[in-house]
């Protein structure tokens, strides 16, 4: 294996599918590793051995591991620059770049899970999003400069936004205000969404199939 292989490990329609797509857009060679979860596969020590937490995405490249979304994208936009999905260094963008891929995990995610279990939040001084219509005001405001996040300027961020907000928006959570709906539509209509959407549909039959076939139902 050469050390300069890109190795990404995946379940369909799962978190891992916006890196999927991040990686179409990059139009870069890697190896997908796919992961069947109706088998449970993410927690088999083979699995565990190369990410301890059992979760995907994760990507292994010149053999060091990066997990956690918000690290995944930054790391491949950033170390694939010709497609010119990441304002660089010295770029009066680059951190709210920065600040938008890491809102995602340190706000957002942690607002929608509590929001989707209807749990009650901690209070606003000691939550890491202070409050829930906080999160979705700074959001909404954002999408407002359109049509992406940084106005014109498409960006890795809007990946992880327009299929993040596309998801919520489906369950129930994140409310499709105007601006939310038209930003995701405009996301999912590009031709690499339709190729990953069309890959998660098809591994996640072949999987659902395999844990019938397992379970001898
Ligand atoms: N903190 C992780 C969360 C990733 C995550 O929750 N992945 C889910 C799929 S959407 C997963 O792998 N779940 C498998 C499991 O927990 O068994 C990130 O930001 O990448």
């Known amino acids: ?53 059992g979760k995907v995405p994760a990507i292994v490249h010149k053999g060091a591991l990066v997990t956690e979304l918000g690290a995944v994208f930054i790391y491949l936009a950033d170390a694939f620059p010709d497609r010119k999905l990441a304002p660089p260094i010295g770029d009066p963008l680059r951190g709210p770049y920065l600040r938008w891929l890491v809102y995602y995990g340190s706000a957002f995610e942690p607002a929608t899970v509590d929001r989707s279990l209807k749990r009650e939040p901690a209070p606003m001084t000691r939550s890491p999003y202070g409050d829930f219509e906080s999160v979705m005001a700074v959001i909404n405001a954002q999408l407002k400069e359109g049509p ?31 601006e939310i709906t038209a930003y995701y539509e405009r996301i999912a209509a590009r031709p690499s969404a339709a190729r990953v959407a069309q890959t998660d549909d098809e591994l996640l039959k072949i999987h659902q ?7 001898g139902s």
């Open 148 to 178: 992406y996040l940084f106005g014109e300027r498409f960006t890795a961020a809007d990946i992880l936004w327009g299929v993040a907000l596309r998801w919520t928006t489906a369950f129930g959570i994140v409310p499709a205000t105007p």
């Open 1 to 53: 294996m050469s050390d300069d292989k890109l190795i990404f490990y995946y379940s369909p329609h799962t978190r891992a599918s916006c890196v999927l797509m991040l990686l179409e857009e990059l139009d870069t060679p890697y190896e997908l590793r796919v992961l069947n979860f109706q088998l449970g596969e993410q927690r088999k020590p083979e699995y565990l051995a190369i990410n301890p937490m």
């Open 209 to 215: 199939a395999l844990a019938a076939k397992a379970s």
